[in-house]
């Protein structure tokens, strides 16, 4: 049985960071690619970045692209989103989402397994 856990999320301020991380058990991690999603009251789970498999290759959202990182520990089977100069737009329940493939995409459905959500909310 595949599970997705995150942590990490809380309440901070604008300009501050948090890391947030996604461990997983159940499945050869390094096999598929793994992606962070962000979900406001209200509207859809949009994408916010993704990692390959062997991590050679990470694609964001504009929105977060130079303040956001993405990274990926195998031998971890854990997944990591850095997030610097957080915004109070950032405020979000993010959501970690792993495919069944090495190939990262930046559609919601396109993941077949997600974790419960961490909230983070960034006041101003």
Request: positive net charge.
């Amino acid at each position: 049985q595949v599970q997705l856990v995150e942590s990490g999320g809380g309440l901070v301020q604008a300009g501050d960071s948090l890391r947030l991380s996604c461990v997983v058990s159940g499945r050869t991690f390094s096999n598929y690619a793994m992606a962070w999603f962000r979900q406001a009251p209200g509207k859809e789970r949009d994408f916010v970045a993704t990692i390959s498999g062997g991590a050679g290759y990470t694609y964001y959202a504009h929105s977060v692209e130079g303040r956001f990182t993405i990274s990926r520990d195998n031998a971890k089977n854990t997944v990591y989103l850095q997030m610097n100069s957080l915004k109070p737009e950032d405020t979000a329940v993010y959501y970690c989402g792993m495919r069944r493939t090495v190939v990262p995409v930046t559609t919601a459905s396109e993941y077949a397994y997600w974790g419960q959500g961490t909230q983070v909310t960034v006041s101003s």
